[in-house]
């Protein structure tokens, strides 16, 4: 079975996403087919602020660390560290050599704003041709800046599969799987709908994104209090891993 096989609307991929080779092994060591790289550990492993374009050749490394683990791996390269799809295809050509099975381009940008419908197009079609599974991304749930959904599923058509972080009503949900032809990829949630839920909402992948990663800070800073005797705080936030961050 190839990546693209694993991708069934009704039936999800549950895509868990490694930042280290140890988190990586860990995951392949029990059992999952697939897992992606999460951005926001990658830069916070390095110290380096996540979705500026800062982390191209940290996670290159990464992707060479974990190549020989016996799971295919698709690789977040935020919005392809570029804005000049020759660049970005290069990365992807340099990701399938090394044996990358996909990679996750999305629209966002720095700024908070959504990289042009044409330019991400442009990406979008760079990145195809090197025989990886292409997820195209927006971010019009994630950065709230208006952009339009269906608008952006449709202009990325020609990607291998949807990715629509930050949506959590399983009507939108499953209005915007019955909107696309391609496989809809969503982000779980730990208080939002089940797996079961987005299974029947037509959801084909489910990824962790940071969350992964954030549990494990979680955790490593609960243990450490707890040594001291002292309660451990919720588990740190996105927004609160990447305001340590340099900038």
Not at 111 to 117: E, F, Q
């Amino acid at each position: 079975m190839n990546f693209h096989d694993l991708h069934r609307p009704g039936d999800p991929l549950l895509l868990p996403n490694a930042w280290d080779y140890g988190s990586a092994a860990l995951l392949a060591a029990h059992g999952f087919p697939a897992i992606g790289t999460t951005s926001l550990g990658v830069a916070a492993a390095y110290g380096k602020p996540d979705g500026t374009g800062a982390t191209k050749a940290e996670t290159i490394e990464l992707v060479e660390a974990i190549k020989d683990l016996g799971v295919m791996v698709t690789v977040d390269i935020e919005g392809g560290f570029s804005d000049d799809p020759a660049e970005v295809s290069d990365l992807v050509a340099s990701l399938a050599v090394l044996g990358a099975v996909g990679v996750n381009l999305e629209d966002g940008r720095p700024d908070g704003t959504l990289r042009p419908i044409e330019l991400h197009q442009r990406i979008i079609e760079a990145a195809k041709g090197h025989g990886v599974f292409v997820n195209a991304r927006t971010d019009t749930y994630w950065l709230k800046t208006g952009g339009d959904t269906m608008e952006r599923v449709a202009a990325y058509g020609h990607a291998d599969g949807i990715f629509v972080p930050g949506m959590t009503d399983l009507k939108e949900i499953a209005e915007v799987a019955a909107g696309t032809p391609l496989p809809l990829n969503v982000l779980h949630q730990p208080n939002g709908p089940t797996l079961a839920q987005l299974a029947e909402a037509g959801v084909a992948r489910v990824s962790t994104g940071s969350l992964l990663y954030r549990a494990a800070l979680g955790e490593a800073v609960a243990t450490a209090l707890a040594a001291q005797g002292k309660q451990a705080p919720p588990m740190p936030t996105y927004a609160e891993i990447s305001a340590l961050l340099p900038r």
